[in-house]
């Protein structure tokens, strides 16, 4: 066994000293297989967290570098790709120099995110950054070739409107991510209009921004399926953002709200009469967002959720308009979010413009029309113009704990 670093020593020591170290994580630090596969089966959870670090058995079998106990877990159905507090089993094996552990994580899927490759860095990690940045390469390609297998139709690049062009370039910022989803067109036709247009004109913006063009997916249409969405959301976000990261999500397309009036993204293959089981809910967004160690991390929503509008679906014998539409406030936490719409408005259109009202108004915000005294453009500076030039759809800022300095955009 490789030596454990300090913190996963430190962690196991006051385990054992407060004496509440679960059973299954005590079986895993001893290395005793049989221990192990009993507590599997009296119902203990493989996925789930043990003791105040929040790991999962695989992640603590990784950090231990008990091989055996991981070849185990995974044999048993162990999710390799589980992060807790931004980190997986494969960031337990590179931060320890686990050569043999890392070799068996990658072998069984493990993905490998901006995290890993930045904790191997160093002499003594020479033969695991190899490994990494050869299974990071492979791992590129399969999703370029997913992504294009899925996608539908491309989003042009011409220009839709003035707004499109940047009239500002600020200096590249390589940590910071962006994923930007257009649903122009459900599965059953349902359109969804310059959708396409809004997430090309803000990914040409966000790159403007300083956002690099390669840390910026944009799914489209068929792409942006539930599997797609929560996939990129839950997976890709998670192991390409670090501390340092601006993060924004964008979404143009339908929404749609259940029968109490909770918001949902409705993705390409969404039922708006079956939202729980076939759409996006914003509190599961919010908390994804809030999982995510990173700087900043924003959602602008395009879409609105009422049932009324060129951006809402709605259930068969659904009210309209809803009475009352739940945003999920209370979920936000520290993430920021820009919405098209409340309070059961539409979400509107610039039919000339051909883009969403709220993306329209965003564009020419950051061109200039929302400049501050200082000449900058913030966040709340774009909200305040927002409201002011769209009172008829109620556009919502909600707000968490992100400061001044982080609402900067250019």
């Not at 290395?31 to 058995?57: E, F, H, V, Y």
């Not at 539930?226 to 924004?248: F, H, I, K, Q």
């Not at 991390?297 to 060129?310: M, N, Q, R």
Request: aromatic share 4%; net charge neutral.
């Amino acid at each position: 066994m490789n030596g454990i670093p300090r913190a996963a020593a430190a962690a196991s020591l006051l385990l054992v000293m407060v004496g509440c170290e679960a059973p299954l994580s005590k079986a895993i630090r001893r290395g005793d297989p049989g221990a192990i596969a009993a507590r599997l089966d009296a119902g203990d959870d493989i996925n789930g967290s043990l003791g105040a670090s929040s790991r999962t058995p695989l992640q603590i079998a990784a950090a231990e570098g008990r091989l055996d106990a991981a070849k185990l877990l995974l044999d048993r159905g162990a999710d390799v790709n589980v992060r807790r507090k931004g980190t997986s089993a494969l960031s337990q094996a590179v931060m320890a120099g686990d050569v043999e552990m890392t070799k068996l994580l990658l072998s069984r899927g493990a993905e490998v995110g901006r995290r890993e490759l930045l904790w191997a860095n160093g002499p003594h990690k020479a033969e695991i950054s190899a490994l990494l940045r050869d299974a990071a390469a492979r791992q590129a390609a399969a999703e370029r070739e997913a992504a294009a297998k899925a996608a539908g139709p491309s989003l042009s690049s011409a220009p839709a409107s003035a707004v499109d062009e940047p009239s500002y370039k600020a200096g590249e910022r390589p940590d910071d991510v962006a994923l930007v989803v257009s649903v122009a067109k459900t599965m059953d036709g349902t359109e969804s209009r310059f959708a396409a247009e809004d997430a090309a004109a803000v990914r040409r913006h966000l790159i403007a921004l300083g956002w690099p063009s390669r840390n910026i997916v944009l799914l489209s249409d068929r792409a942006a399926g539930r599997a797609g969405l929560s996939r990129y959301l839950e997976r890709w976000l998670p192991n390409n953002v670090v501390e340092n990261s601006r993060l924004v999500f964008y979404f143009a397309g339908p929404g749609t709200s259940d029968a109490v009036g909770r918001a949902y993204l409705l993705p390409w293959d969404g039922d708006p009469s079956q939202p729980e089981a076939t759409c996006y809910p914003l509190t599961r967004l919010y908390g994804m967002l809030n999982d995510l160690k990173v700087r900043s991390a924003v959602a602008v929503i395009d879409a609105g959720f009422s049932g009324e509008g060129p951006r809402s679906l709605k259930g068969a014998g659904a009210k309209v308009p809803a009475p009352k539409i739940d945003l999920g406030a209370a979920a936000v936490g520290s993430a920021v979010v820009l919405t098209a719409a409340g309070d059961a408005k539409p979400a509107g259109l610039e039919e000339n413009e051909h883009h969403g009202k709220l993306t329209y108004l965003l564009l020419k915000g950051l061109n200039g029309a929302a400049l501050d005294e200082h000449g900058a453009v913030t966040l709340k500076d774009l909200y305040r113009y927002v409201r002011t030039q769209a009172p008829e759809q109620n556009p919502q800022a909600l707000t968490g704990g992100l400061g001044e300095g982080d609402l900067r955009l250019r």
